[in-house]
């Protein structure tokens, strides 16, 4: 059957370009500012939070509103982090949706 060797080449030419976005992607930063600068997330476009920096005077604030905007911020900057994720993934899948993949 030649058409099944040529499609488990092609399987693998598309895990190897796969692979080396998951790199790229681990390099990548977004940086996701809320509360009005008062909190700044950075994740990788592994949807890896890589940093968070508080303002001192939104530490002053209620620590339930603190809690819950620091929550929301993170949130936020997963999503973005996810779509970009998805976004490159469509572009080697060719928007195929593989389950386990990215």
């Known amino acids: 059957m030649p058409g099944v060797g040529k499609l488990l080449k092609q399987a693998q030419k598309m895990q ?15 940086e996701i500012s809320s509360g009005g600068g008062a909190i700044k997330i950075k994740v990788n476009g592994q949807q890896e939070v890589m940093a ?22 993170i949130q936020e900057a997963l999503a973005k982090a996810k779509e970009m994720n998805d ?14 993949l990215g």
């Open 52 to 73: 968070i920096a508080l303002d001192d005077e939104f530490l002053k604030e209620d620590k339930e509103f603190v809690e819950e905007t620091i929550l929301n911020a």
């Open 87 to 100: 976004e490159e993934m469509g572009k080697i899948t060719g928007g195929l949706n593989f389950p386990g």
């Open 16 to 30: 190897k370009k796969m692979e080396a976005l998951q790199e790229e992607l681990a390099l990548r930063e977004i």
